[in-house]
């Protein structure tokens, strides 16, 4: 790949450069949290250095100018997903409260007993657990998309769960222990054929390739900044404008009204109706540094190297007798998980971090995939943009010596 300076790159992320247990570190670990390009934190250490100030309150000038950054933050955020507006993109922690907001903004005004919210099997917990909760509150019922043995989800299995009862289809994008790419355009393209809308979970999506919900015309969309590179706390649901009005708030506080008396409260347009208290202002900036880092790259050229590394791995990782790959090759991004025979995940994991190579093992908060699959667990090596295939060597080899030490043949 001619236009990708990978050193360049590698030299953008200080973490990269240490050594663990003396051998340089090969971090394969990107779908648990991304490592941090220096000018993301530039950005939050200027932030603190020269603007610390709350939000949308004060009358000086640091309010002012914190305020401006964060509201420039949120349409760096609204480009970078093509949204129609910026009032489409709130702030929230992650997309585990991007999910639960809308999960708790449904209970009640649109949920009735015996209404259906659709799943699938594949799911992180952070999207399954929200609608077990709103189910039991509300008497709904949880339907689950099956799998099929290419991994990815079937349209014809989701039309056969659609009823006159499903209020929303929540899927992810891409499968945080598979990699699978589901076809989240034709997916929203059925369910709103039939007036039902889509929530995607594109945590495992936005830092891999171009995600425009725009053209998916998805309903809701939710990421986290620190798998995109940006600090922890921070995240983002994108909403489309027609539901913003109908949605009640999920959470009560400050910032998120026009005026409060002790009996009634009138809340503030879109999104700060859905911002109660102080955000993580200081997220906010660091994400967008994260985008634009991104897009001094450009995504297309991040998602070609990543399918590059990520192919190289998934051959690699084949040749060796007596490894499992889940999931299919094609239309794979980020992750691959994998067992070796006779081998216990967490113990191979142990060995590989001694050589250096930083893998995540176990069920990866996706139980329901693993009792799918039958297992307990599964070595999970995933990819960000400054991964190489020299790294992918070595987990190769470290899972060579797992095996001289693991395996009774
Ligand atoms: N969904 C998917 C697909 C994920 O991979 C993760 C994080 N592993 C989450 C949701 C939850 O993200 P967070 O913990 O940042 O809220």
Redo the contacts with the bound molecule.
């Keep these: 790949n001619q236009d990708f300076n990978i050193e360049k790159i590698r030299q953008d992320f200080p973490i990269l450069s240490q050594q663990v247990y003396g051998k340089p570190l090969a971090y394969l670990d990107n779908?648990?949290?991304t490592q941090k390009p220096r000018s993301v934190l530039d950005a939050i250490t200027d932030y603190y250095t020269t603007t610390n100030s709350n939000i949308h309150r004060g009358t000086h000038a640091l309010s002012e100018k914190a305020s401006g950054a964060y509201e420039t933050a949120r349409k760096t955020v609204r480009h970078f997903l093509n949204a129609d507006q910026p009032e489409e993109i709130i702030f929230t922690?992650?997309?585990?409260?991007?999910?639960n907001l809308v999960a708790g903004s449904f209970t009640d005004k649109f949920v009735s007993p015996g209404d259906e919210i659709i799943i699938s099997q594949m799911?992180?917990?952070?999207?399954l657990v929200p609608w077990q909760i709103l189910c039991k509150k509300t008497g709904a019922i949880l339907k689950t998309i099956p799998l099929q043995d290419s991994s990815a989800l079937s349209l014809n299995a989701i039309e056969e769960l659609i009823s006159d009862k499903t209020k929303l289809i929540a899927v992810?994008?891409?499968?945080?222990v598979l990699g699978t790419t589901n076809p989240i355009k034709r997916i929203v393209d059925l369910a709103h054929s039939h007036g039902k809308p889509v929530l995607v979970?594109?945590?495992?999506a936005v830092q891999h390739m171009p995600v425009d919900v725009h053209e998916l015309d998805c309903d809701f969309l939710?990421f986290?900044?620190?798998?995109i590179y940006a600090g922890?706390g921070i995240?983002v649901l994108y909403a489309k404008s027609k539901w913003l009005e109908s949605i009640p708030p999920w959470k009560g506080g400050g910032g998120m009204i026009n005026s409060v008396s002790i009996r009634k409260t009138f809340y503030a347009d879109p999104p700060l109706k859905f911002e109660a208290g102080t955000p993580n202002i200081a997220g906010a900036i660091s994400l967008a540094a994260a985008i634009d880092y991104i897009q001094s790259i450009g995504i297309e050229k991040i998602a070609a190297h990543e399918a590059e590394v990520l192919n190289y791995m998934h051959d690699k990782l084949s040749s060796l007798p007596g490894l499992t790959i889940y999931g299919s090759k094609s239309n794979r991004h980020g992750a691959i998980s994998f067992n070796l025979e006779d081998v216990d995940n967490y113990d191979a994991g142990l060995i590989l971090d001694k050589m250096g190579v930083a893998v995540r093992t176990g069920t990866?908060?996706?139980e329901p995939l693993m009792q799918h699959y039958g297992i307990t667990g599964t070595i999970r090596a995933s990819i960000g943009m400054y991964n190489t295939k020299e790294e992918v060597d070595r987990l190769y080899e470290g899972l060579k010596k797992v095996q001289a030490m693991l395996q009774l043949t």
């Design positions: 779908a648990a949290t922690s992650g997309t585990t409260a991007s999910i799911e992180h917990h952070s999207n992810t994008y891409v499968s945080n979970d594109a945590a495992q939710a986290s900044g620190h798998k922890t995240g990866h908060c996706a």
